[in-house]
């Protein structure tokens, strides 16, 4: 079936097209599309836009040219701006995706900190158990603490989703905090505590155990 785009500019319709072709299962992720003359006559359009359209889809990460092979399906749709995801996303979903994070990043922080590392964790510790702070100070500081952690595990990945999921979950604890007063201050601290002297001691799975556990206690608190 010969599909008219009639509309400007074509290689952009075009493009929706493959995409809600992709969308709907015709060619499955991996799957080589048909070949340049196959797929300009299907979408009714010259080859030139056909080229444009697969380059706007190769640039959104859906599709990719490989020389001699041909082109590939190498997503199958668009993938979200990041920042909406996050802002339509629950505290709990957030705080889901902080476990899985922080948990690894803290077994290898246990494993790879430098002495540098741990004093700026024993710092951001000392910090945080500072007395007559607001309660944005209060979610900043610890914060500043658990990013020092992510930080000692050498991964600039998964610092930078620490950094992505922040401005979210930083407003969350605060709403929480001021409707919420933490029940129990001290043995909240002590559990950064019991994270920081598992990392000191190059114990990755009480570290990685630490930091779910403070992490579900979280979570709980917003249910």
Do not use: C, Y
């Amino acid at each position: 079936m010969v599909i008219q785009v009639r509309r400007h500019p074509l290689a952009e319709q075009a493009a929706d097209l493959l995409l809600a072709r992709i969308r709907a299962g015709e060619w499955p992720l991996g799957h080589r599309l048909p070949g340049e003359t196959t797929l300009a006559a299907q979408l009714g359009v010259g080859r030139s836009t056909l080229r444009e359209a697969i380059r706007v889809l190769a640039g959104k990460g859906v599709l990719a040219s490989r020389q001699g092979a041909g082109v590939f399906v190498t997503a199958l749709d668009v993938p979200e701006d990041w920042d909406i995801v996050l802002r339509r996303a629950t505290i709990a979903s957030v705080l889901e995706a902080r476990i899985a994070i922080e948990a690894e990043a803290a077994a290898l922080a246990a494993r790879r900190r430098t002495p540098a590392d741990l004093r700026a964790i024993r710092r951001a510790l000392t910090v945080r158990a500072a007395e007559g702070r607001t309660v944005a100070d209060l979610v900043d500081t610890d914060s500043a603490f658990h990013r020092a952690v992510i930080v000692a595990a050498h991964n600039d990945i998964l610092t930078q989703l620490f950094d992505t999921f922040l401005p979210r979950s930083r407003a969350a604890m605060i709403d929480m905090l001021h409707i919420r007063p933490m029940a129990a201050p001290d043995e909240d601290h002590a559990a950064h505590e019991r994270l920081a002297d598992a990392i000191a001691a190059r114990d990755p799975e009480a570290a990685a155990t630490h930091s779910r556990t403070h992490l579900h206690t979280i979570k709980e608190a917003f249910a």
